[in-house]
């Protein structure tokens, strides 16, 4: 059973826009939540992270909100540039447990 | 130098073989893990380990092994490869900490024929 899941495979945004990416997940232990981004032919690179006691993180151009009653959080890219097209990969982890469970990814393509 | 380091990039092996994937760090992190990439099914977790003598195994380890070898070292084995095993293969580590981010490595691309 998919605990984190991503249901949008993939997203195509224009230069200057909002890329807004969403992540479900099921386990209501979980209470670190990650974001990571993949170029093809490389490793997935942290991007940023969340605590379940915030509801938003933002570092740049990049936003996580969590909204822990929905079980829901979404990165949101501002403004998308086209170096920004890759997969990313929300994650998410129970303390105690350290092991990162992900999601299924969501390619984003940013139209120049 | 990267961080964390696997062993080959790419292989393609036959049906049946044994293959040993290796993973080396140098970032001093206890945690290491193996995670394999398909297509849409994202990354998944296929063995855990804490510290040397810590293993466990994750979400498919069915047909894998794991040794950890050293703190900076931990190999996946895939004793008697099969197609289905044809994936991208990737090693990672993170440091102590809740919710400390996990480092990875470049990736093997393992093509089971």
């Known amino acids: 059973d998919q605990q984190v899941k991503q249901n949008s495979p993939s997203l195509s945004v224009q230069e200057g826009r909002i890329s807004i990416l969403n992540c479900d997940y099921t386990n209501s232990m979980f209470d670190y939540f990650l974001w990571y981004k993949k170029y093809p032919a490389e490793g997935p690179t942290f991007l940023i992270s969340i605590s379940s006691i915030k509801d938003k993180n933002e570092d740049g151009r990049f936003t996580v909100f969590l909204n822990k009653s929905a079980k829901h959080l979404s990165l949101h890219i501002v403004p998308s540039q086209p170096g920004d097209s890759a997969v990313y990969f929300c994650a998410a982890i129970r303390t105690g447990t350290y092991k990162y469970i992900f999601g299924t990814g969501t390619r984003l393509k940013v139209l120049a | 130098d990267a961080d964390v380091t696997q062993t080959p990039r790419n292989r393609i092996t036959k049906t049946g073989k044994r293959i040993m994937l290796e993973c080396s760090q140098t970032k001093g992190h206890d945690r290491m893990y193996w995670y394999r990439q398909d297509p849409g099914l994202g990354l998944r977790l296929i063995y855990y380990?804490?510290?040397?003598?810590?293993?466990n195994k994750g979400e498919i380890s069915d047909g894998y092994s794991v040794s950890r070898q050293a703190q900076a070292k931990f190999s996946l084995s895939l004793e008697s490869a099969i197609p289905n095993q044809t994936a991208l293969y990737f090693c990672a580590t993170s440091d102590f900490g809740d919710g400390a981010e996990a480092f990875f490595g470049q990736g093997t691309r393992l093509t089971v024929v």
């Open positions: 380990s804490f510290d040397v003598k810590d293993i």
